[in-house]
């Protein structure tokens, strides 16, 4: 997120002085980045820049992840593994603004994280998460589990979110955490890629349940236009009222390795936007 400093000779838009968002990927902590003009999507006036921040990663994930495969018509069932987490409480509120019920995992400290956007927490430290899901969904008409299950836990809890699915159901993975958090290695990792694409071919004996990965990166790079569009589209509900990202703390950009180690430790329950040109 910033302002237009200086455009290169043949770039007509955007203009200077205008408020743009782009996903750096890398490059990110600066106070001035050098960006192709081509993936930059103006930001409406009216919006404060530090919950705009919240909208190219986090968001853009939940709301490719909820349109882009499906359309969940309201009142169908979602399960949001890592509910409490940036994109899971994006997945919340988004799911929220779309008339989605949403059911989310994680600690018990943060049920008010997920019950704020009027989600069913489950605690994923106490027991098996899919009985309890399979339980919550037994009245669903058709058979009970979830229309859809979103999972970057990955590795073989794969396998626990594609259980949770009603027939016809979808699980999109979109990470390896298991890997980050040090409980599984690079090969259960790469298995549970495996079984997304497994699961894929052998959907019809699996109850027409099926199995992507989401890719922000591969996504931008094959549909740049489709993404841009998404992210304008966020930029309009953002600006009318109709999401509501959790901005927890602004820091200066200084403060980046604090704020780091306030993630590892985890249970933020929101985002701490860091400000290159200082608080205000
Ligand atoms: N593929 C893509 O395009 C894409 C895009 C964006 C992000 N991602 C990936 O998405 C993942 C999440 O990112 P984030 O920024 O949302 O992370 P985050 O803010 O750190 O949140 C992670 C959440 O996971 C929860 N968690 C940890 N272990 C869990 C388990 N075993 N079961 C259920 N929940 C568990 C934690 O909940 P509690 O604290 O409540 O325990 C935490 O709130 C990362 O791996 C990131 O790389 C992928």
Redesign the pocket.
């Known amino acids: 997120m910033g302002v237009v400093e200086k455009t290169g000779r043949a770039v007509a838009v955007p203009g200077e002085n205008q408020m743009v968002a782009d996903l750096c990927v890398v490059g990110g902590y600066a106070q001035y980045a050098i960006r192709p003009a081509r993936f930059l999507v103006p930001v409406p006036d009216g919006i404060d820049p530090a919950e705009a921040v919240c909208i190219p990663?986090?968001y853009l994930?939940a709301f490719q992840m909820l349109t882009r495969y499906r359309r969940l018509a309201a009142g169908a069932t979602v399960l949001i593994?890592?509910?409490?987490?940036?994109?899971?409480?994006?997945l919340l509120d988004l799911s929220r603004h779309l008339g989605l019920k949403a059911i989310g995992?994680?600690?018990a400290?943060?049920f008010p994280?997920v019950e704020r956007f009027g989600a069913t927490a489950v605690d994923?430290?106490a027991g098996d998460?899919v009985a309890a899901v399979r339980s919550l969904t037994a009245d669903r008409p058709g058979g009970a589990g979830v229309d859809a299950a979103f999972d970057?836990?990955?590795g073989a809890?794969f396998d626990r979110s594609f259980a949770c699915l009603a027939p016809g159901g979808l699980l999109v993975g979109?990470?390896?955490?298991?890997m980050?958090?040090g409980r599984e290695g690079m090969i259960s990792a790469g298995l549970g890629m495996a079984r997304l694409k497994l699961w894929n071919a052998m959907s019809f004996l699996l109850r027409h349940r099926q199995a992507v990965?989401?890719?922000?990166?591969?996504?931008r790079a094959s549909q740049l236009e489709e993404f841009k569009t998404d992210m304008a589209a966020l930029f309009k509900l953002l600006r009318d009222g109709a999401i509501h990202p959790v901005v927890i703390d602004r820091l200066p950009l200084a403060a980046a390795s604090q704020v780091h180690a306030r993630?590892d430790a985890?249970?933020?329950?929101g985002k701490i936007v860091l400000l290159p040109w200082g608080s205000a």
């Open positions: 990663l986090a994930t593994i890592g509910a409490s987490g940036t994109v899971g409480t994006a995992t994680c600690s400290a943060n994280v994923y430290h998460f970057a836990i990955g809890h979109y990470g390896s955490q298991t980050a958090i990965f989401y890719s922000i990166t591969a996504l993630i985890g249970g933020l329950g």
